[in-house]
């Protein structure tokens, strides 16, 4: 019968209702398709370079140094080369950082100086590497007469990580509830006491994944090694683990992909993909470490 | 130090946030081992004067001391050891806080910051104080499972047993029920009772005739003013010397 009144009963769909469901899913479908829209582009990305670097791919890649000026052969002077260069600079980046984030969150009052450390850090994270290039040619090539070596390229590294390490390791540390800290006090425990028993044990994942995304970053700069320490090509002993000194100027990997798809001629095509695959791979199997570490610690956080 | 002393003693203690004074120049005294209630609406200062007396005053970065309070009869503003000082002083927070630790070491916390190391001190230091805050019975089986799992009620009774961990002369309970239920509370009312005489207890409450059932003497806080402190028998009688008293604990403003 036309006209006839919506079926009775208490929680009968009126005309409102079937709205905004609507608009529920098609909310519901557009923020999916970004999210999807998302990773489309990695698999994209990954699956186009493990095609074209098909051909030269394998452990014999890995280990091999270049061969013929670098058209041939693998890339281990610059494998080892980009884990010295992210391994030092890590080493000194991140016990500085971590404990002057430290200080910054638990200790330090506010005050026009920590107002100023405080910029400071927030503008040093937004300096470009090639600035920060500069600086470590200045600051430790001929300053400090370090030379065009890995402990330039390092340091220099080390400068540009450290204020997102800082930043980072403030945010995990801002996270733990402040009565936590105000119940430590009122039984008379020290800052430090508070900050050892309370404080880091549920910080701790949050600053080493801080950490640990630094080494991504760090690994694929070009800019600021290129400036301060790595070079085109150094003779080094096929699969040695230990070729190069901190004096001495290194391979790595982000500049040899640079080398081999830019400025050397008629290079075996698969071979600058097969330099991107490795350093990608390397990259996502620290964060799939990172990303296990938190897992794992979190299982462990206590509220 | 001496034993006639008071157990508090606070003179003329004007306290600032800024450029806003929330405490005006207050003076009173508790005596040793009474139960001293602080009543008064929220915003009147009363948390603020705990903070004054085990000085964690000095971690809000704006805050303005001035005037004396001393404890135990030293001027808290001269001590040393302000380590001490917070242990001699207990405090219970408002909102129940189990530290993300063990049941054991939640309770175990002060004495390891204080130094103590001997599993067996340790031990029976829980023991008793989980016994104290009428706790140990429901948790004795699990002291290794994690204090923050516990339900809320058993969280502040954990808190006061952590707050009796450090054997304080003085145990301050701020608002101690808001978070949890009449069946708690009045269990804790009962602890409170039963530690009267071995300690000065103060209690800063919202709830009026909690410092009825408890109090000793109770003194009413009004924006950072002492309007009446006296007996709680005369607080709540129907005669208290100033009105405000009479028309607040009947709830007639406040």
Known sequence: MDGAPPPAGRFAKTALVARRERAQTVAKWIFGAMSLAMVLPLLAIVS???????????WEFLADIPRKGMREGGIWPAFVGTLYLVGISLAVAAPIGVLAAIYLNEYARENWFNRVINMAVINLAGVPSIVHALFGLGAFVYAARFGFSILSASLTLAIMTLPVIIASTREALASVPRAFREACWNVGATRWQTIRAVVLPNSISGILTGIILQVSRAAGETAPIMFT????????????????????QCMALSMHLYTVSTQVPNVKESIPYATAVVLLGSVLLVNATAIAARVWLRGRKKW | MSATSPAVEVADLRLAYGIKEVLHGISFAIERNEIFAVIGPAQSGKTSLLRCLNRTIDLVPEAAVTGTVRVDGSDVRRVKDVFGLRRKVGMVAPLPVGLPLSIYDNVAFAPRCAGVRARNDLDSVVERCLRQAALWDEVKDRLGSLGTALSGGQQQRLTIARALSHQPEILCLDEFSIAIDPVTTMRIEDVLKELRGEMTIVLVTNLVQQARRLADRTMFLWNGDIVELDATEVIFSDHPADRRTLDYVNGIFG
């Open chain 1, 229 to 248: 320490g790595a070079v085109f090509f150094k003779a080094v002993q096929r699969g040695d683990l230990f070729p190069y000194r901190l004096g001495d």
């Open chain 1, 48 to 58: 186009y370079l493990l095609v074209r670097a098909w051909p030269s791919l394998g």
